[in-house]
């Protein structure tokens, strides 16, 4: 077997490209050839398609899209070209720390996405959507922390009995918690933004959408430092484990549901602990008394003030604002049900196989950790990767070799085998090297540049109805 990396596309012009995004601070990097851009200090991602790169840094952001160029003399014929420019911070504290590409794919639309859609999170808390000619969709404080990151999960259906398969959703992650944005929602307000500004632009007088967000937010309890984090999704919990855990914190008279709850799995590493292993009870959590008297005394409140006009003053305002407030406001603690615990290491980044069976964390250490997520415990670390940035790649059997393995009298479908592979760029070494999981050895090496970026793409298109 052999292994080799190919060139997929490049960027023309990286000196201007440089001037565009550091300007005046070019010269903290002249340390980096000419040829190549620092992007162990920039702000990267890709669309999964490939058509559209965005590169920020600090309060800058670049937008490139990908055109094929047939007359080129190099082997490499797809190159980015810069679409857009410029700073898209509105305050004078405020900077970038996080960008995300979501190509969006309509029903009727097979051949490819219909628009990309450009998130970028900043320190202040806020997220903004932009298009990818770099106007401005929509903008909104999900919460009061800086943002650590932006994620995304696309439509998945279940492979396999057990497996709840999965549905879009965007994951804006903070120190303190996870904000989850709804797909088919957020997908319907960044499309009628986009189609009220296309009318803006053409001049005619439209007016603009309802742009408020609908997200559920789930905070950590027992989390002291989070650096990352991943959605899991729904488990599900055997009879067995239920009744177990029932009998050991409530004893032998302990009461129980009669089946195990569901609940969402999401995994964060950092410090205090390690690894955590938060849990979201499915259908969020009751009503909070507090909220149900404000409820309660608005109702009252606006029956007395049928009967009685001048009872009721401002309290209208007032019961909106406070409602506003409340819906906005109310968070899900999770339960931290265990952990992997070490006071000295502290983990920097978490990324979640395509099958959701495992994680893979790298550290402050050095090392690289494979976790079982279903489990909860360490399959095996490796050693010597400062600064690592894993991925995964998922290989699928060819159809013929599968064809020839499942021949039988039955004429069943031969289903197809897919195997996954560890990918480590460590860019302190240099290199680049691909492992089998679990017990597997290396499989190869190559050789990398030391200031190059691993770019971890969605594995399909997000569908926008």
Aim: glycine content about 8%.
């Amino acid at each position: 077997m052999s292994c080799q990396i190919k060139g997929i596309a490049n960027i023309s012009d990286v000196v201007s490209v440089k001037k565009l995004l550091y300007g005046d601070d070019i010269s903290k990097f002249e340390y980096i050839p000419r040829n190549e851009l620092p992007l162990q200090n920039c702000i990267i991602s890709m669309s999964s398609v490939g058509d559209v790169l965005t590169i920020a840094w600090n309060t800058k952001m670049i937008i490139f899209a990908s055109r094929w160029e047939s007359q080129e003399l190099d082997e490499i014929k797809n190159k980015f070209h810069v679409t857009w420019h410029g700073e898209v911070t509105n305050e004078a504290n405020e900077w970038i720390t996080s960008v995300i590409c979501l190509p969006l794919i309509s029903l009727g639309k097979a051949t490819g996405p219909d628009w990309t859609c450009i998130a970028v999170g900043y320190n202040t808390g806020f997220v903004r959507f932009y298009t990818e000619t770099g106007a401005l969709l929509l903008e909104e404080q999900i919460h009061n922390e800086s943002v650590l990151g932006i994620k995304c999960q696309s439509f998945c259906l279940s492979k396999h009995a057990g497996d709840a398969g999965s549905s879009e959703e965007v994951y804006i992650l903070y120190n303190s918690g996870v904000c989850i944005l709804q797909g088919f929602p957020l997908f319907s307000t960044l499309r009628a933004c986009r189609n009220h500004l296309a009318k803006v632009q053409a001049n005619c007088n439209d007016l603009p959408p309802v742009t408020n967000l609908s997200y559920k937010k789930w905070a950590f309890k027992n989390q002291n430092i989070t650096n990352d984090l991943e959605v899991i999704g729904t488990t599900s919990i055997n009879s067995f484990d239920h009744l177990m855990t029932a009998s050991i914190c409530g004893g032998y008279n302990a009461t129980y549901r009669s089946s195990a709850p569901q609940h969402n799995l999401v995994l964060a590493t950092g410090k205090r602990p390690f690894v955590g292993f938060h849990y979201a009870l499915e259908g969020g959590n009751a009503p909070v008394l507090s909220d149900v008297a404000i409820a309660m005394a608005s109702k009252l409140a606006n029956a007395i003030g049928t009967a009685v006009p001048w009872f009721r003053g401002n309290s209208k305002n007032a019961t909106s604002e406070v409602s506003k407030s409340i819906s906005h406001e109310s968070v899900e603690t999770m339960t931290c049900r265990f952990g992997l615990s070490d006071i000295m290491r502290e983990g920097d980044c978490i990324v979640c196989s395509p099958n959701k069976m495992f994680s893979i964390i790298s550290d402050a250490m050095g090392r690289v950790i494979l976790i079982n997520n279903k489990k909860g415990i360490a399959l095996r670390m490796w050693k010597g990767y400062r600064n690592a940035q894993c991925g995964w790649i998922e290989v699928t059997e060819e159809r013929d070799r599968a064809i020839r393995r499942n021949v039988d009298k039955s004429g069943r479908k031969a289903l197809l085998r897919t195997a996954l592979f560890l990918v480590i760029y460590a860019p302190k070494k240099g290199v680049i090297d691909i492992w089998s999981i679990q017990q597997g050895p290396k499989i190869t090496t190559f050789t990398a540049s030391k200031n190059g970026r691993q770019v971890v793409s969605i594995a399909s298109p997000l569908l926008c109805f």
